[in-house]
C-alpha cells in the first residue's frame, strides 16, 4: 500500500515510518524543508519517497498525496508555538492535506488522523471521576492547540460525510518513547511547580498550591526531588500514558480494520490509569533519588479513559506499561535528565 506520513520527521512518525517500512509498505514521508531527521528517513532507500514541504502551502503538499492509498496525518503543531502557528498547521494544514486528497488521491483507502486527548476539559475541580468516553465526553478543552485539533476532526469528519473520505482519529493521551518517561515534569517537584504556576487563570487555588510547592523545593537544598502529588483529600494525581510502539500498534491496525472508518479511539498503554502514588516510588527506586508527598488544594491532575472500544473495534492490545517503560529507561541510563 502506498501511504503517505505527514510530520514523518517526529518521534511518532519516524516510528510509524520504521514499521511500515518493515511490513512492506510503499511510504511517503513529507517533511519541512529544514528537518534535521530527513537524512535517516532517506537512508531507508527505494523504500521511502521523500518530499520537502510545509503543511501551510497547498503546492508543497498536493505532490505528496498524488495518488496515495492512505494518508497517517501526524504533522501537527504542539508544545510551544504561537496562536497563529497553531492555527497554521494544525487547521490550515490539515484542510490542505484534505483537500489534496480529494483532487488527487481517488483511491484512498484510509485517512488516520491522530488527534489528542488535550480536546477534553481534563483539569477539574475534584477531578474526573468518570472515565472519558471518545463518544459521549464533550470536546472543551482549553487553549488554541486543543481548539486547533478539535477543528482538525471536524474537518476529518466533514470530508468523510461529503466527500466520503475514509477517516480514523486516534486521540492520544501522553505518548512518550520509554527513554523520555522518567523525565515527565509532573513526575517532578520543579516540573510539577512549573505547571501549577501556569493554572493561575484558571484555577484560583493555584497560588497556594504554588507556595506550598517552593516551601518543599526551598527544603530540598537544592537537590532535585521526585513528587508524589495528592489533592486536598489525599487522592493521588493520575493521568494515562502510552508508549510510542503502541501508538504505531494503533496506528497499523487504524490502516488495516475496516471497523475503523467513522470512528475516534482513545489510545491508551497497558494497564492504564496509573497514579503518581505508584509510578513515583517506583521510579525514585530505580533511578536512587528521593521523593516528597503533598497534598495540594486546587484542581487536581485526575483522569481516564474509557478504551473499551479501541479493544472491540481495533483489536489493540497495549504490550508496554510505565514501570516496563522505567525499566527500560533506566537499563539504557536513559533516566533522569530532568523534567520534561
Known sequence: MHVLVTGAGGRI???VVAALVARGDRVRCLVMQQDPAARALAAYGDAVQLFRGNLEFYPEVEPAVAGA???VHLGAAMGSFTDYQFF???VRGTFHVLQAVRRVAPGLRRFVFPSSDAIYEKYVPGGLRSPINPDTTPRDGKGLYALTKIMGEEMCWSYLRTFDVPTTVLRFPIARAAAELPDFYEL????LLGFKRGQARRDPESARAVEIL????AETG???RLVVARDEFGEPYQRVY???RDVVQ????ALDVDAAVGQAFPVAGKDQPVGADRIVPYLAQKLRTPYVEVNLPGIPTHYEHDARKTAALLGYRPRYDVFAMIDEAVAAGAAGGGPK
Open 13 to 15: 512518525g519516524r516510528a
Open 88 to 90: 497554521e498547521a494544525n
Open 69 to 71: 492509498e492512505a494518508v
Open 250 to 253: 494503533a496506528v497499523l491496525l
Open 242 to 244: 502510552v508508549d510510542v
Open 188 to 191: 517532578w517537584l520543579d516540573g
Open 214 to 217: 517552593e516551601r518543599l523545593q
Open 222 to 224: 537544592g537537590e532535585r
